[in-house]
């Protein structure tokens, strides 16, 4: 079975930094692309970041460029989201999710079949 689990989101003041993890289990994590997401009360889901652990391959949403470094740890099966300067619009619940490429749309997400969700994790950042 596959599963996600993430950590590491909290409060904290703009300009500060929080680092979330994606911990898989029970697949083999090199055949996936990982990618962060995140809801905000009230808006659609945004697409945050991805990556391809098979070729490192790596996206961004124009929101979060310069700010936030995705990365992977292929030994530990987890992926990382840095996310410094926040400010209170990064205000969301983070999810994970792992998918499979099936082709390449306009975004880094389109195109993914999702295989697994994270129950995801709140990042609230105070002004």
């Known amino acids: 079975e596959v599963q996600l689990v993430e950590s590491g989101g909290g409060l904290v003041q703009a300009g500060g930094s929080l680092r979330l993890s994606c911990a898989g289990s029970?697949?083999?994590?090199?055949?996936?692309?990982i990618g962060w997401f995140r809801q905000a009360p009230g808006k659609e889901r945004e697409g945050v970041s991805g990556?391809?652990?098979?070729?490192?391959?790596?996206y961004y949403a124009d929101s979060v460029k310069g700010r936030f470094t995705i990365s992977s740890d292929n030994a530990k099966n987890t992926v990382y989201l840095q996310m410094n300067s926040l400010k209170p619009e990064d205000t969301a619940v983070y999810y994970c999710a792992a998918g499979f490429r099936v082709y390449y749309g306009s975004s880094w997400y389109e195109g993914l079949d999702f295989q697994s969700w994270g129950q995801g994790t709140q990042v609230t950042v105070s002004s």
């Open positions: 990556i391809s652990v098979r070729d490192g391959s790596i």
């Open positions: 029970g697949f083999t994590f090199d055949d996936y692309d």
